[in-house]
């Protein structure tokens, strides 16, 4: 079994780990991040983490009336100067904890004298360093270059802190429950991944989502990027629909994320202006009207609070970008000019 599969059937066992070590420690962060003076929040992260941010940009102004903001991490290495950071609660996410231009960030930030937070798996990291507090991943080693239970884990401390954040008890029940879901997810995901072979000699395709799951579209488009090599582009319908969409042909082959909950309704709209221009619809849903309609149906196992819905739906891909690699004789392992540890400057 490849690395990749190997943790990507572990991020149930991860997600549990987390939710236990730090859901109290995520409560106790809310008194010491949420000063009176926070406005917003300032989020500095990579490549599967920058996904990660996405969700939190969603969950955040949703959940808790928080607006976020990315951080222009080369802003403060490549031009030696940085904005003024007035209201900012600073968090950076990284598994590694390792790239300069993400540490220069939450240090300009501490300098600036605001809350910091680390979102690493490496609470020894120069990031951890920087950073007043740290939220620790709790994912274990991962020796995949291609991160799966690191970015599950990623949603799942921007989830947890979300909650605590609120102070809903109810919506940390929520969580509590997910690593089963997750379980039975991965299960189901890599036995339906067969249905992809038809695809073995696609070039490239697409993939849509909209609100709290406009993140799981650009981290399934790039772990399909990064173990098949298959240049799939990332979008949420409105954007698609203002033009990309004049190239879209059979052959090219889009994958919906689709779960159920307030952006359903959209996503069906576009499935249908999708389909005709000829592309084949995968649809990843747990709607059986939607799923019945697509060219190829990747189910989710059950339904879920929307809030939770991309620690389930980006399973579906990760599963199949691994089985377009393997189709292509591509070791999952070692993906072509691709390391583990990015030092970005």
């Known amino acids: 079994m490849s690395w990749v599969e190997a943790e990507l059937r572990e991020q149930p066992d991860a997600l549990e780990r987390l939710i236990a070590a730090e859901e109290e420690h995520a409560v ?19 490549g599967s983490s920058g996904n990660a941010a996405r969700y939190a940009q969603y969950l955040f102004a949703m959940a808790n009336q928080l607006p976020t903001a990315f951080a222009t991490p080369s802003v403060y290495t490549l031009y030696d100067t940085a904005p003024r950071l007035d209201g900012a609660l600073a968090i950076a996410i990284s598994q590694s904890g390792k790239s300069p231009d993400v540490v220069a960030v939450l240090t300009e930030a501490r300098r600036q004298g605001r809350p910091t937070l680390a979102i690493t798996n490496d609470p020894s ?5 920087a950073a007043e507090w740290t939220l620790c991943l709790h994912a274990g080693e991962e020796r995949a270059v291609a991160a799966t239970k690191t970015y599950l884990n990623s949603l799942g401390a921007v989830a947890l802190l979300s909650a605590a954040f609120t102070g809903e008890r109810e919506r940390v029940r929520e969580l509590r429950e997910m690593p089963a879901l997750v379980r039975a997810q991965v299960e189901a995901s890599l036995a339906d991944a067969a249905r992809l072979d038809s695809y073995s000699d696609v070039e490239s395709g697409s993939v849509v989502a909209r609100g709290i799951n406009y993140g799981t579209a650009f981290e399934i488009a790039l772990k399909v990027r990064e173990l098949s090599g298959i240049p799939f582009e990332p979008w949420s319908p409105p954007d698609l629909l203002h033009g990309p969409i004049a190239a879209l042909k059979r052959g090219r082959p889009v994958i919906f994320v689709a779960p159920s909950g307030r952006a359903l309704g959209s996503m069906v709209e576009t499935i249908a202006k999708v389909r005709e221009r000829g592309p084949e619809a995968i649809v990843i849903s747990d709607d059986d009207d939607v799923l019945a309609a697509a060219d190829t149906a990747l189910p989710l196992v059950g339904s879920t609070p929307e ?24 070791d999952v392992d070692r993906p072509l000019g691709l390391t583990k540890v990015t030092l970005t400057r």
Do not use: C, F, K, N
């Open 28 to 46: 106790a962060l809310r008194d010491e991040l949420l000063r009176d003076d926070v406005r917003y929040l300032l989020i500095a992260s990579r």
């Open 125 to 129: 990291s120069p990031l951890a360093q």
């Open 307 to 330: 809030w939770l819905s991309p620690l389930l739906s980006v399973v579906p891909g990760q599963a199949a970008a691994v089985r377009l690699a393997t189709l292509r004789g591509i």
